[in-house]
Every structure is written in C-alpha cells, then in structure tokens.
C-alpha cells in the first residue's frame, strides 16, 4: 500500500494492535507518532499521557500535527475494576473525540470489539444492525459499547469523520493476553476438559490482519459510498514468533 496524505496518531500504540498498526505505516512511508500511557518502543514519536485527560490529548494532537487518529487504548479484558473501564473506555474515549474536534482532526479510527454485542449466547451470521444486549456481558464489553456508540455518534461533528471495528479474538506475535492464558491452563495441566458439545465456534483473526483493516478504514473514511468489493483487499497469511 502506498503512503496516505494523512499524519497519524495511535493512541494505544505501545499495546498489541496498536503496534502492529504503527509498524504498518511505517512500512507504507507513513508518518506516524504513538501516544501511551507507557513507552515500549523508540521509533517514533511518543506522547505520554492517559486519554481520560483531554488536554493531554489536545497537546498531543497539535505538538503532532495529527489528522488521522486511531484509537486502540483499553485496559485489558477481564478485570474486576468497572470504574477503570468507564474512566478509560467511556470518558476517554469522549475526551479523544473532544480533543480531536476541538483540534480540527479530520479521521478518527476506532477500535471497538465484537463482545459490544455478546452476552454469553449464540451469534451466528449476525451484521452490525445487531444492537448491544439488553443485560450486558460484563463492564469491560457495556464500556466498549458505549464508547463505540459515542465514536459513531461524533460522525460529521466539527467535519470529523468517524468509524469503529470490531475484532473477535486475535492472535499473533505481540499478543500478551490469549497466549498467556492458554499457556497459564496449559501450566495448570487443564488440558482435558471440554465445553460445551464440542461443536461451538469462535471468531479469530491473525493481529496483521485486523491491523490492516484500521489502515483501509482509515484510508477510506473521506471516500463517499459504496465501499469498494472485497476483492480489492488483500489478506496476510498468519505467522507465528519463532
Ligand atoms: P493492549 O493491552 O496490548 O494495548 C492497549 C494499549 O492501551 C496499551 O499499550 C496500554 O498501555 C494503552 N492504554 C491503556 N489505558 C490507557 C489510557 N488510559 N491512556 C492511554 N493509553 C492507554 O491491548 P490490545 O490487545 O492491543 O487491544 C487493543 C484494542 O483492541 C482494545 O481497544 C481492545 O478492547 C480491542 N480488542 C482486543 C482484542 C484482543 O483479542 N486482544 C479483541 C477485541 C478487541
């Protein structure tokens, strides 16, 4: 893919998609800074700073230059703390919308999840008209909804144009959630037992791949519909750390 016009900030962009997503613009020539509330990598600019304060944000998105935001930043799934969710995911969230309107940011790719939907029971061949449960699964996933639900409801504000996807599961190198849980069962010699009958399925995608799709969102935000086929988007073949 050839470089965009845009100047990007990942707000996320020390985590697991995140990085894969800045690593991907570097590759295409893109210009690109992280903002974290931790620094793992020194390739590119970094802003520090926690996205539940708006200034932080703002200062960001000047000192950078930024039009294009993606926003990946969420505490990990799993953990029994719903006021850290709402403070990150929700009011973050808003603060990144507020910053980003107020600073005349023009893209704002978000990455909700697909559990804005789930509640413990089947979904199968479901789009996204699917509205959120009535009884939510859990505060991280009711949190990811309503932040999702405030990304898509600041489309066209102060001409900021907006998107947001919904990864299932996702693996590949960098991933520091999955893998360790498997391995922590694995470990724990918890390897025979089943759920279920056994036919249930699960979505996954390879991280490249899901960090990809934020690219071509983003690259075709400011193109009016229809999307173009399918056809046109090329896939990465899993790989694995070696
Ligand atoms: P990750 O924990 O590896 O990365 C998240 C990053 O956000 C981290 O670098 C963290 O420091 C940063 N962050 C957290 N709170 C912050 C704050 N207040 N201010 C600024 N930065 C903050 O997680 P990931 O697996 O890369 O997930 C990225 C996104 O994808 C998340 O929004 C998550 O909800 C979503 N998602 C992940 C999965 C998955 O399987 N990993 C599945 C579906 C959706």
Redesign the pocket.
């Given at each position: 893919m050839a470089p965009s016009k845009d100047i990007y900030l990942v707000?996320?962009g020390?985590?697991?998609?995140?990085r894969h997503i800045v690593q991907q613009l570097l590759d295409r020539g893109d210009t690109v800074s992280v903002?974290?509330?931790?620094q793992r990598y020194h390739d590119v600019p970094f802003y520090s700073?926690?996205?539940?304060d708006e200034s932080q944000v703002a200062d960001a998105l000047r000192k950078s230059g930024t039009t294009c935001i993606i926003h990946?930043?969420?505490?990990?799934?799993g953990l029994n703390n719903a006021a850290l969710y709402f403070k990150?995911n929700v009011d973050?969230t808003k603060a990144v919308i507020a910053a980003a309107v107020a600073t005349g940011v023009r893209k704002l790719v978000f990455?909700?999840?697909?559990?804005v939907v789930f509640n413990g029971g089947d979904i199968i061949d479901v789009d996204e008209r699917l509205p959120p449960p009535q009884v939510p699964m859990d505060a991280y996933n009711e949190s990811?909804a309503q932040a999702e639900a405030a990304v898509l409801a600041a489309n066209g504000k102060g001409g900021l144009l907006t998107v947001a996807l919904r990864?299932?599961?996702?693996f590949g190198p960098g991933?520091?959630?999955?893998m360790t849980g498997l391995y922590q069962v694995y470990e724990r010699g918890q390897t025979h037992f089943q759920i279920g009958d056994n036919t249930n399925l699960f979505d996954w995608t390879y991280v490249g791949n899901v960090a990809r799709a934020h690219l071509l969102a983003a690259d075709r935000l400011d193109t009016p519909p229809p999307a173009p086929p399918l056809s046109e988007f090329e896939f990465l073949p899993a790989t694995v750390d070696a």
């Open positions: 707000i996320g020390s985590g697991f998609v995140g903002f974290d509330i931790v700073g926690d996205i539940s990946t930043a969420s505490p990990p799934a990150v973050g990455t909700s999840s697909a559990g990811k990864p299932a599961g996702i991933d520091r959630q999955v």
